[in-house]
């Protein structure tokens, strides 16, 4: 895999290998320690391993699941940057798929030979109720 350039290509090749289900893809765009909230997880994940089971198992159902990226805002801090936003997640329930809005944050470290990769993820599905929305 070439170097990653910038964090805004991080992010989008973050997408483009989830929604192609490849979890190795995936996998590939973190650091070697980083650690997961998934939407999907129980528990704070902090190791590949771990990692490598969270995708494979999130990635595996049928219809496929994906993401359309709403929104995205970026910060960047020199060898460090936070990637913050939205998206509408597609899961599927067993037999269709159900979207659902939600958030994700990407802290995001420049490695030497691998250029921008994750070292800590959040993600969560939206409140539905919005109570607590400032824009």
């Keep these: 895999m070439q170097p990653i ?3 805004r290509s991080a992010t989008q090749l ?3 290998a989830f ?11 973190y650091a070697p320690d980083a650690v997961l909230w998934g939407t999907l997880a129980s528990e704070l994940i902090v190791s590949r391993e771990g990692l490598a089971s969270y995708f494979e198992r999130a990635l595996g159902g049928e219809p496929r699941p994906s993401v359309k990226l709403q929104r995205l805002v970026l910060q960047s801090f020199g060898e460090m940057a936070v990637a913050s936003g939205e998206y509408l997640l597609q ?4 037999k269709q798929a159900q979207s659902h809005p939600a958030r994700f944050t990407f802290v995001l470290k420049r490695a030497v030979d691998a250029g921008w990769l994750i070292v800590s ?8 109720d919005g109570r607590a929305s400032t824009s």
């Design 5 to 7: 350039d910038d964090p």
């Design 19 to 29: 929604n192609a289900t490849d979890p190795q893809s995936v996998l590939a765009l």
């Design 91 to 94: 899961l599927s329930d067993g």
């Design 121 to 128: 993820h959040q993600s969560s599905l939206l409140p539905l």
């Design 14 to 16: 973050w997408i483009e």
